[in-house]
T-cell receptor, first 115, second 114 residues
């Protein structure tokens, strides 16, 4: 069975701190995709990144970076120098190649960045 | 503008009163799906559709129906809503290209069943 676990339910940091959101996934498939979505207080889902299982290169986009490690089945997300606008719920999700794009979401991590 | 729209955005109803949440996309996507979001559970897929007249159950289909008569529309039907269907609902779509494509989500529909 496929599963995504985000063990951190809530994280609170002070502005400018770095913060890492953990994501651990389970699948026996060799071809899969991993995603991160942001859900700000307004409620919409904002796509942040997609990674396929054959690409273990880490990625950096501005203050955001992602660390994909197949050996530990983890796809962690780090925000550097956090800002109040980063306050949101963040979801990690898994999709399998042969399941038509179905997304399996983690429980979400609520990040609160205080000024 | 490429988008997925949902209506209504907010709905309060009573137990047993049939309702429909509409979903429409303007990107000619083949694949559409519905998810519900509940605290501590993340989002879970209710139903999905690979194309017109092709639908299938997701992980939590009980109490819901869908139809896909046109490519752009994928309504979610609650024939007899119950309080445990109080949730935030998202519609999503993506194209069925050779390479994997991003899913586009609608803005969400917050449903309360009293």
């Amino acid at each position: 069975a496929q599963k995504v676990t985000q063990a951190q339910t809530e994280i609170s940091v002070v502005e400018k701190e770095d913060v890492t959101l953990d994501c651990v996934y389970e699948t026996r498939d060799t071809t899969y995709y991993l995603f991160w979505y942001k859900q700000p207080p307004s409620g919409e889902l904002v796509f942040l990144i997609r990674r396929n299982s054959f690409d273990e290169q880490n990625e950096i986009s501005g203050r955001y970076s992602w660390n994909f490690q197949k050996s530990t089945s983890s796809f962690n997300f780090t925000i550097t120098a956090s800002q109040v606008v980063d306050s949101a719920v963040y979801f990690c999700a898994l999709s399998l190649y042969n399941q038509g794009g179905k997304l399996i979401f983690g429980q979400g991590t609520e990040l609160s960045v205080k000024p | 503008e490429a988008q997925v729209t949902q209506n209504p955005r907010y709905l309060i109803t009573v137990t047993g009163k049939k309702l429909t949440v509409t979903c429409s996309q303007n990107m000619n996507h083949e694949y559409m799906s519905w998810y519900r979001q509940d605290p501590g559970l993340g989002l879970r897929q209710i139903y999905y559709s690979m194309n017109v007249e092709v639908t299938d159950k997701g992980d939590v289909p009980e109490g819901y129906k869908v139809s896909r008569k046109e490519k752009r529309n994928f309504p979610l039907i609650l024939e007899s809503p119950s309080p445990n269907q109080t949730s935030l609902y998202f519609c999503a779509s993506r194209s069925a290209g050779v390479t994997y494509n991003e899913q586009f989500f609608g803005p969400g529909t917050r449903l309360t069943v009293l």
